[in-house]
Nanobody
Framework: QVLLVESGGGLVQAGGSLRLSCAASRLTFSFYVMGWFRQAPGKEREFVASIASTGGSTAYADSVKGRFSISRDNAKKSVYLQMNSLKPEDTAVYYC???????????????????WGQGTQVTVSS
């Protein structure tokens, strides 16, 4: 069973930065598309960013383009989300997700991902 553990969340002022990490285990990491999603209170879980298994392709939600950057280190079995210019509306629980793939596709929908971490809270104060 795939295990994903997020870290790096916290409280930050608007305009600040955070870097989230997700450590994966019990999987052949290079065979997985990785994604970051977030869920604010009373809202549905939404796509933030995704990265192909090779790291060659990435995708971002329009709301975070130009501010967030996703990356991965297959040797360390880890995926990262660098978040800059944070806004109060970025406040949410952030989840790491993994999907087994045979190619270089990008996936964006929560239902496409079969494995999830427990989440890490990000709070941006105004």
């Amino acid at each position: 069973q795939v295990l994903l553990v997020e870290s790096g969340g916290g409280l930050v002022q608007a305009g600040g930065s955070l870097r989230l990490s997700c450590a994966a285990s019990r999987l052949t990491f290079s065979f997985y598309v990785m994604g970051w999603f977030r869920q604010a209170p009373g809202k549905e879980r939404e796509f933030v960013a995704s990265i192909a298994s090779t790291g060659g392709s990435t995708a971002y939600a329009d709301s975070v383009k130009g501010r967030f950057s996703i990356s991965r280190d297959n040797a360390k079995k880890s995926v990262y989300l660098q978040m800059n210019s944070l806004k109060p509306e970025d406040t949410a629980v952030y989840y790491c997700a993994a999907k087994l793939t045979s190619g270089s596709e990008i996936y964006l929908r929560p239902q496409d991902f079969g494995s999830w971490g427990q989440g890490t809270q990000v709070t941006v104060s105004s």
